[in-house]
């Protein structure tokens, strides 16, 4: 009981709890880490490929253009939401493990931006789910609804999707924080992955620009506002995972060392 | 050529073996970008050419000019700071970074001025393609200036109290790669809108 990080009494019983094993205690943690690329392979098959959002239709597009769309490929719509539906509650699991590293980044500091990054990643999946119901709505009566209520739903889908984007953003720039004041020699996030967390996070400030625009780059589906701002996205899902996956077994070593000192 | 601990360190990071790290990242991820926006205005600009080149003509080009000077005067200030920095002057770090943040914010001034006249005028976002990039890289660069003067302010607080801290020097480059990134940006926006479709008055 010599580490002066035993004093702290929350990270006492959050951290140090001898009645856990380091089995115990590590349990699902690597489980909820892969949620992350498997709601990334899963989104883009399901809300990407059968949903005919990679890319969006165009935003200049016609209601009857639209409306001709919902009802040829009504079926494939309706499974592809459906899946985006149920892999999008999968980043869920994956920010809970993110959660639970970042907790541990500095024991003894207060863990605000940990919850912060937490509940962000959480209502993360609000906009996965609503918008994918939107597009739902769209494909269940196709022949029964208006053009232009099928037009509306589309473009209500993409608006919810695209300009919420900030409840993502903070959980990123919150990583980045976190990662960044870490103590260790070697920090479990690399100053560049924070960094590019932090990046990622704020780049999608312009899709604010996205609502003004039916053509070119701010567009929906605009190389920048599309192509762009969902790689980046996608990208910082595999980076933070990779470092998520590698910082676990350093904290199951860290951790086995302070339950041996004890 | 500095040897030693008087070397000055990468990206003020800790990780001095890795180069691409800490706010380099961001550095080179938001120049990508930009990079992108410039070939997408190059590349919309060989479609419409008359359009673009008679709204560059209607910018004004003393004022892009200006802010030119503006920002690499003030990053100018920035190196004398770094440098006092590494010197342990440390009222000299203070003094040039409030040089810097107070000519700094004379861009903040010239800005509201150019798009208060363009807004006056009618000119907006969908005036034209010109002006789509317009407004769309200023005002990007000005998200990115009000990051970098919010920074300049970080680490002169910073300093009253940490200056002497080990991580201080580190934390005031990082200050001060991402305020060059400003100007930089700006050295490259300012050609691209102001000059390249800019009417030359004849020589007399």
């Known amino acids: 009981m010599n580490d002066p990080r035993m004093f702290n009494t929350e990270a006492y019983f959050r951290y140090y709890n001898p009645v856990l094993t380091n089995e115990a205690y590590f349990r699902y943690w690597r489980a909820c880490a892969a949620m992350g690329p498997v709601f990334l392979a899963a989104f883009l098959l399901c809300w990407g490929m059968l949903g005919y959002n990679i890319p969006p239709i165009p935003a200049d597009w016609t209601a009857d253009q639209m409306a001709a769309h919902f009802r040829t490929h009504y079926n494939e719509i309706r499974a592809g939401m459906g899946g985006a539906m149920l892999f999008g509650c999968l980043y869920l699991p994956w920010t809970l493990a993110i959660y639970k590293v970042m907790q541990l980044i500095n024991r003894n500091e207060n863990d605000i931006v940990s919850t912060l990054q937490m509940w962000g990643g959480a209502l993360t999946v609000v906009p996965l789910v609503t918008s994918s119901v939107f597009w739902l709505t769209g494909a269940y009566r196709p022949e029964e609804l ?16 695209d300009m919420f984007y900030f409840i993502t953003t903070i959980p990123m720039v919150a990583i980045g924080m976190a990662g960044l004041t870490d103590k260790r020699e070697k920090p479990l996030f690399p100053r560049w992955a924070c960094w590019y967390s932090i990046w990622a996070g704020l780049s999608f400030l312009f899709e604010l620009l996205m609502p003004f625009f039916k053509t070119g780059l701010f567009a929906r589906q605009g190389w920048l506002n599309f192509w762009v701002e969902f790689v980046v996205w996608f990208a910082y899902i595999l980076v933070i995972t990779y470092f998520t996956m590698k910082a676990i077994p350093r904290l199951e070593k860290e951790r086995a060392e302070l339950l041996d000192r004890a | 050529m500095a040897t030693g601990s008087d070397a000055p360190s990468i990206g003020a990071s800790r990780e001095q073996g890795n180069p691409v790290s800490g706010i380099l990242t961001f550095i080179i991820a938001d120049l990508i970008v930009f990079a992108m926006l410039f070939t997408g205005f190059m ?6 050419l008359a359009v673009f080149n008679r709204s560059a003509n209607a910018l004004d080009f003393h004022l892009g000019l200006a802010n030119l000077l503006i920002l690499v005067t003030s990053g100018l200030c920035v190196v004398f700071a770094v440098s006092a920095a590494r010197e342990g002057r ?46 769309a890289l200023t005002g990007a660069h000005f998200l990115h200036f009000l990051g970098g003067m919010g920074a300049l302010a ?15 020097r580190g934390k005031i480059e990082a200050v001060g790669l991402y305020w060059h990134m400003v100007d930089l940006l700006w050295v490259l926006i300012f050609p691209l809108l102001y000059v390249l479709g800019h009417q030359w008055p004849a020589c007399p």
């Open chain 1, 146 to 161: 208006e053009p232009k209520t099928l037009q509306m739903l589309y473009d209500q889908g993409w608006l919810l999707i």
């Open chain 2, 43 to 48: 590349v919309d600009r060989s479609h419409e």
């Open chain 2, 90 to 135: 440390m009222t000299a770090i203070r003094n040039w970074i409030l040089v810097a943040f107070v000519i700094g914010a004379g861009f903040g001034v010239s800005k509201f001025v150019e798009w208060g006249d363009k807004f006056a005028h009618d000119i907006g976002m969908h005036t034209n393609a010109f002006y789509m990039y317009y407004f």
């Open chain 2, 154 to 168: 970080f680490i002169w607080f910073y300093s009253l109290r940490h200056a002497g801290a080990p991580d201080f």
